[in-house]
């Protein structure tokens, strides 16, 4: 079960996120085929999705996350919801890069780094909420941190971490979002940077079995830290027939009869989930019909 931690620390100086999500990598791995470095960098991408979901307000409320860095992995694509619940796709899942120099899945090599990172948030308000932010290092933590400090002007710092094991399935991962709130102590943000660089990467201690818990523990057990909530996540692909149907009708007339004098069938794939669609020349029939 992947889940993440809503927590405080500091007298609510500092907010955090904690997010452990082994189970809904692995359900991205096996849905998409992911290579070990694909792996790395949308289990990344996923988690930070997942947890930037958890901080929307609204029940209904969705975020979409998109980079694309110029790498040879393509867009990314991740959309989540209050929830933290997530879907996701990746251009081409089958890259795989050699080692990099510190000899870890190379998803900075793999992601790029010409490009931008775009957050579109729906809040169901008339026009989204839509920020972006040039690629730093491609290697989405960074990113993400970026992203949080210079557009939202929030300053954060952001781990995420993927272990593939020998076999490429998910060993571990998780990641976490540590934030400064306005009026937070200098001196807090600096203490807290030397703390993280001084642990084992989270993906190693998730694979140790750390809880989340265990985690925000180590980092700010003498911080005042406060656990809020513990919300349980997953990988969840909302399509449906009805959906992949109304997105044909949306084509109108001309589009459907097109389709309808040239293809037998129509075959419809979902990119978040691979469902296949196949609507049949009597059904296209049909929705011209009822239009
Ligand atoms: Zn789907």
Known sequence: MAYILRATAANGDVRLFAAITTDMVEEARKIHNLSPTASAALGR??????????????????????????????NLVAVSNSKGNVKAYVSHPEVDLPLNEKGKLDVGGAVGRNGFLNVVKDLGLREPYVGQV?????????????????SEQVPSAVALGVLVDTDISIKAAGGLIVQMMPGANEFLADIITFRLQEIPPL??????????????NMLFDDMDLKIYEKIECKYECDCSRERVERALIALGREELNRLYEEEDRIELQCHFCNTKYVFEKEEIKNMIENL
């Open 45 to 74: 991408f996923i988690t930070a999705a997942s947890m930037m979901g958890v901080m929307l307000k609204g029940e209904k409320d969705t975020l979409t996350l998109t980079m694309n860095g110029g790498g040879p992995l393509g």
């Open 134 to 150: 040039p690629i730093r290092t491609g290697e989405i933590g960074d990113d993400i941190a970026y992203y949080f400090t210079v």
């Open 203 to 216: 993906s190693q201690l998730i694979a140790e079995g750390k809880s989340g818990e265990d985690i925000l």
